[in-house]
Every structure is written in C-alpha cells, then in structure tokens.
C-alpha cells in the first residue's frame, strides 16, 4: 500500500498527460540561442515535449550562465517543466544540486555522485543517482520513499564490461550513428548485463547536422515500461533531462 501510494503522486497535470496509454514521449531541445553560443554563451536548455507529434509540455531550465560554462557538467539548474499552453500547470519539476566533479568512476565519497531529484505539484516524487561504476556507468533511479524503482545503464557486451556501441546499428555510417541508448531494468532484476531483458529506454538520438553543428541541440525518445505509473513515467521523463546534463551539455556528437 505504501508503494501504490508513492507511485500515485503528482499533480493533476502529470496524471493527465502521463496517462495509463502513453507508451512514448519525444524530448526536442530547441535552437535557442544559437548565436549567442557562437558568439561563446552557453544558453539555457529549453525542452519541447511530444506524444505523438503532438506538443503536451515545455520547460526552460533556470541555471547561472557563468557556470554554465566553466563547469557545463556540474553547474546546478532546476528546470519546471508546463503543459504546452505555458500556464503554470505543473507537470514535473527537475532539480540538480551543483556537484564537485563531473560522472565518473572511483570517487571518493558519496557527495560527489551527481544526482537529481523530481517533484509534482508540491510533492515529492524521487530522483536519479550516478552509481559507483567502472567503465559502464550506472544509476539508479528511487521513488519519495527512497525505495530503487529502476536501474538505468547503457546497453553493455563481454558479460557486462563494456558499453555496447552497435545495439541501435552501425555507429559509424549506419541507422545507429550519434545514437545513444539508456536501457531501464527493474531495481530487482537480479542480472542487467548482457542480455537481461530491459522494460523501457532512453535514447539519445541525432538531429540536424546544422543543429548539432552549431548548438547542443539534443532529442530524446523516452519509451515508457509497460504498466508504469504516471508518477514512474515522470521520473523517467526527468532522467532524460538529467542525462542531457550529465553527458551531451558539451558533446555534439
């Protein structure tokens, strides 16, 4: 009972566009401030929010520019993501503490994981944390009461070792260039390497080369576990913001 009660939180918004039929959201970062990053700014990340091409939520990220650009992967932002009306109906709120160090293995202490946490409508919902790791890096994704939800990791090979380049094809000159996908496992799955079964993926995926020329312009297709709540789709849909930050702020690639 404690778990439904978790997983039923969120505000009225979220409960609405995350709707038990939703299987998909596509995440579009907008061109916003294209000349004011040539000319070496680094603007805030603005999100479009689609299910099935149709825009349901938008959110623009409210961050310091200074250190945006000396510590573009550690800088703290807090992001309020609205239905696409831009009213303040509230979907979800993603907010990330600044950080000492950007991801990576063999940190020293717990405080220097970077983690964000996810609320709607005042109440809260969980949030990610980058899990020690070597060379594959992990994270976990845990609900208001703390309890992991999901487990969140690049596809890997060799018995879990490496991160697997090829799943979404060739990387070099094929379907699967500039891609880049999460795989989501459940919290319990005992084995997520290899290949475990996943239930759901975030996928970093190309756009325009003039986009990606010229701007951190990025896009990512959310695919939602079977059954999730609403609340579960939030957290997930926040994660999306989260590895935007965490690992292409400063990669066009």
Do not use: W
Not at 48 to 62: E, R, T
Not at 65 to 70: D, F, P, Q, V
Not at 134 to 149: E, H, L, N, S
């Amino acid at each position: 009972m404690v778990q439904a009660n978790t997983m039923d939180r969120g505000s009225e918004t979220l409960k609405a566009v995350l709707a038990p039929g939703v299987k998909e959201m596509d995440i579009r970062q907008t061109r916003r401030g294209c000349l004011q990053e040539l000319l070496g700014c680094e603007a805030n990340t603005e999100f479009k929010y689609f299910i099935d091409d149709q825009q349901v939520a938008y959110s623009l990220a409210d961050s310091n520019c200074l250190l945006r650009i000396l510590c573009p992967q550690c800088y703290p932002f807090e992001a309020k993501i609205v239905d696409a009306e831009g009213s303040t109906n509230e979907l979800l709120t993603v907010e990330r503490p600044c950080v000492p160090f950007p991801i990576g293995a063999c940190k020293c202490c717990s405080c220097c994981l970077i983690t964000s946490s996810f609320s709607s409508g005042g109440q809260d919902l969980g949030k990610i944390s980058e899990d020690y790791f070597y060379c594959v890096p992990t994270f976990t994704v845990t609900d208001a009461d703390g309890q992991a939800v999901y487990k969140i990791h690049p596809p890997t090979c060799c018995g879990g070792l490496c991160v697997n380049c090829c799943t979404e094809g060739n990387p070099c000159c094929g379907k699967g260039c500039c891609k880049f996908p999460f795989h989501v496992f459940p919290a319990d799955q005992e084995d997520t390497n290899g290949d475990a079964p996943y239930i759901g993926k975030i996928l970093k995926r190309p756009k325009s080369l003039l986009t990606e020329a010229f701007t951190d312009s990025n896009s990512f297709l959310v695919t939602f576990p079977d059954n999730s709540t609403s609340a579960e789709k939030g957290l997930l849909m926040g994660s999306a913001l989260y590895f935007n930050a965490t690992f292409f702020e400063t990669d066009n690639s």
